[in-house]
């Protein structure tokens, strides 16, 4: 995506082409939007659908954005804006197919502001800090235990553990615990990574920070040390404040640093 924004276009149009195919479409348009547009009212209207209409799964939308800001330059900058118009497009053109989609489900990392997915009435409900959707991005202590029995009492044994409990608190102290409600204790949740390469390896290390630490955070926080630590100290952080668009920029305001240091999982929520 960082080689631009028609190449990132291209990208999407070879995507719904490939969606295309797996049904037995022959997609002709070659942009985005009219290439979303003739695969989702063809498959509405396919005579193999009887519900007419479709479901939309798309996975790390924000992608084409974060991952090309490695540089903090005005390149970097200008190619992040170019991909972000694309998006919009592309999501206006989705939101205007409406009555042809049953449901539509869209994860992503951070909230990107002028995408036009966070726009507009009645369109997406984001269940971030929804308590009946709390639990669906990682494992719970619970899950863990009935689904790893095995290599848990593996890892007391070796390390030495009296008993699971006090495994539990190693566990926790190393990898600590995602809150996506309010504060209720059984919807703490682990990273499943850092879990299954623990379990894997049977060896405590920092496993999320090799594989999911966001190169764009880090220069950010390495410019202004002082600025970012004072985000990640125990404070009241507003509601709205932790669920608000992001205007990535290199220069970002207080209110953009704990968005984004809580939607990328630098922060979580300890009682809201």
């Known amino acids: 995506h960082s080689k631009g924004a028609d190449e990132f276009e291209q990208s999407l149009v070879r995507a719904l082409v490939s969606v295309g195919q797996s049904y037995g479409i022959s997609i002709e348009r070659t942009n985005a939007k009219e290439a979303l547009k003739q695969l989702v009212e063809t498959l509405a209207h396919d005579p193999r659908n009887h519900h007419r209409k479709v479901v939309v799964l798309i996975d790390e939308y924000d992608a084409p954005i974060i991952s ?54 009645n369109y997406l409900v984001d269940v971030t800090l929804d308590r009946r959707c709390s639990t669906i991005c990682g494992f719970t202590w619970d899950e863990i235990e009935k689904s790893f029995g095995d290599s848990l009492n593996m890892m007391c044994t070796q390390d030495g553990c009296t008993d699971l409990s006090e495994l539990h608190e190693r566990i926790m102290s190393w990898y600590n615990g995602y809150m996506w409600s309010d504060g209720d204790s059984a919807a703490r949740v682990l990273n499943p990574h850092s879990v299954c390469s623990l379990l894997s390896s049977q060896k405590f290390k920092q496993f999320w920070i090799v594989a999911g ?59 809201c």
Do not use: C
């Open 68 to 121: 090309i800001l490695e540089d903090l330059n005005e390149h970097a900058m200008e190619a992040a804006e170019a991909n972000r118009a694309v998006l919009a497009e592309f999501f206006t053109m989705l939101k205007a197919l409406g009555s042809f989609v049953a449901f539509e489900f869209v994860t992503g990392v951070s909230k990107v502001s002028k995408t036009s997915l966070f726009s507009g009435a």
């Open 213 to 271: 630490r966001s190169t764009f955070l880090t220069k950010l926080m390495a410019n202004e040390p002082e600025r970012w630590a004072a985000m990640t100290e125990d404070s009241e952080i507003d509601r709205s404040s932790m669920l608000s668009n992001v205007d990535v920029s290199v220069t970002l305001t207080d209110s953009n640093v704990q968005s984004l240091l809580f939607q990328t999982g630098y922060l979580t929520v300890k009682e």
